[in-house]
């Protein structure tokens, strides 16, 4: 049974990837914005709730880090330190988008290539088999 703790890191590593498979199938549909609602509209829930999601998982990775009292624990929190980084640079591009009158697949083609985002799935990545051995 996962404790609260995981379950809420859990939520937010879902979330994240979920917003990264949804703005994938996204930007392949060649929209011009989410004026026409339907999936254009989804994806400013979809964004808000990864953004909501990379903001708290910084908190979530050391209260289980903390919470499992793993060995070398500086080696852990020195390794959350680069995810609430890019975790951090994550949200100032989503409010950006967020706070565009339309969101084009293009837009939202450029976020999937952006270089911190695929930083921060890869850190959840890394830190997930990592947690698994501990």
Known sequence: ?????EEDLRADIEAIEEAYEFMLAY???GMSGDEAGGTGSQIREV??????AAGQLPMHLRALVDAKEVDAAGDYH???DIVERDAADT??????ILGQGAISSQLIDNLNAWSHLRSLLTDL????EVLKGS
């Open 125 to 128: 990545f890394v830190m997930d």
């Open 1 to 5: 049974m996962m404790q609260p703790i």
């Open 91 to 96: 949200c100032v591009a989503l409010r950006l």
């Open 27 to 29: 930007a392949a549909q």
């Open 78 to 80: 020195a390794f959350i």
């Open 47 to 52: 964004l808000m709730r990864c953004q909501a």
